[in-house]
């Protein structure tokens, strides 16, 4: 079977997860729903969705947005920020988020969008053009009355009978550090409480935990307002149901040893199981997935990882020779055995001096770049995923055949 003979993949390396293919996360789906029929009775709620990168928040907010308007009659808004830095980028954003078409419509949209109309240049065939100009004139005077905003979004809903709104802030990494941002969440929030009738809103935010703490040293009384929603790595059965979602779509079966492997490499990450599930459905020939197949494609996967990630935000901060040549070292005794954690004692038996006056270093250095955390046990350090030990092995390499053994063993 040739490349042009495959249809498309189920795997979207990179993007959100589509509605179809989503997987667990019934614990917190359910804290969500919780709140939004709190929400539909009139109560305003506000959540923070809190997990690691590429953990998908946003895959899960979508899925959330699609889920609680059938289910709980919210008008749902996903605002992507990133490289927002501004009160204005986010109104700015907020526009364009209602403005742009996507894949699923929520009903009621077209009210919407004739509501805003000033900031539309033109309909095309392939779209909207935004009129940035109108926009940006705009979004200082949006920012300040954000919440009259909604509350007007809301008034062009009434024919089509929603209940509230569902506001997700995503990607908040570059506006979370702006002091503003957080006095402005505060005010949105404090605001509406204080209405006689206040705006049935579920607001959500979605970022890692330094997110959430650079918000809180901004304004401390951000602390008090969220109620934490904590999305962790998937679990086994989790990504197992997964795989065998995505494959099945497209006629294909996996076999035991090539599922267990998959599942282990992906450690739980939704990102990487798009990425490692890509990578080996075009390595299959035969609508069968194997272990060498598993194997190959995996191993592709680890290359693209890595050079995106390890090459440029890892390497390029590693300038110093002996920091280049423990993470070699480190490589090597990865050779032996494939694993995401390790003993420090272990590696410092290995280094030289100079090498071991900077190792403490070179671990803090390796935490701050989400390479490593700490281990339950005292010395114990683990590598976040195993692409990235998988990478360093396939960069500072033995044998290309002793390597591809030994991973299938």
Request: with cysteine.
């Amino acid at each position: 079977m040739d490349i042009q003979s495959k249809g498309r993949s189920p795997f979207y390396p990179g993007q959100p997860v589509p509605v179809e293919l989503f997987t667990g996360r019934k614990e917190q789906i359910g804290r969500i729903e919780r709140a939004a029929s709190q929400v539909a009775k009139g109560k305003p709620q506000s959540i923070f969705l809190r997990g690691e990168y590429g953990i998908g928040k946003s895959s899960l907010a979508g899925y959330a947005r699609r889920l609680l308007e059938k289910e709980c009659g919210l008008f749902g808004i996903q605002v992507l920020l990133g490289g927002a830095k501004t009160l204005e980028d986010l109104s700015l954003r907020t526009v364009e988020s209602l403005l742009k078409p996507k894949e699923y419509e929520p009903a009621g949209i077209d009210n919407i969008r004739n509501a805003l109309s000033r900031y539309v240049e033109s309909v095309e065939f392939f779209g909207i053009t935004i009129n940035l100009k109108n926009l940006k004139e705009d979004s200082p005077r949006i920012a300040r009355g954000y919440l009259p905003f909604l509350h007007s979004l809301l008034e062009r809903l009434k024919g089509e009978k929603y209940k509230g709104i569902f506001l997700i802030l995503d990607e908040i990494n570059g506006i979370a550090s702006n002091p503003d941002f957080a006095f402005f969440i505060k005010t949105l929030v404090d605001e509406n409480a204080l209405n006689d009738k206040p705006l049935p809103l579920l607001l959500m935010l979605c970022g890692v935990e330094e997110r959430r703490t650079e918000m809180i040293n901004a304004h401390q009384p951000i602390d008090r307002i969220f109620d934490i929603v904590e999305i962790g790595r998937l679990m086994n059965f989790e990504m197992k149901d997964f795989f065998t979602k995505a494959f099945t779509s497209v006629n294909t079966s996996v076999e035991e040893d090539a599922m267990r492997f998959i599942c282990t490499l992906s450690s739980g990450f939704p990102k990487l199981m798009h990425l490692i599930g890509d990578a080996v459905y075009w390595k299959d020939t035969d609508n069968k997935i194997s272990l060498t197949d598993a194997t190959q494609g995996s191993i592709d996967a680890a290359v693209e990882f890595g050079q995106k990630f390890v090459d440029k935000q890892v390497l390029n901060a590693l300038q110093s020779e002996d920091y280049r040549s423990i993470l070699k070292k480190l490589s090597a005794k990865l050779m032996f055995d494939i694993s995401i954690s390790f003993q420090k004692a272990s590696i410092v038996e290995v280094l030289t001096e100079n090498e071991k006056a900077k190792f403490n270093n070179f671990l803090q250095r390796m935490k701050k770049l989400r390479v490593l955390n700490s281990g339950e046990i005292k010395g114990e350090y683990i590598f976040n995923n195993r692409l990235i030990p998988l990478y360093i092995w396939l960069k500072y390499p033995a044998k290309k055949s002793e390597q591809l053994s030994k991973i299938e063993a």
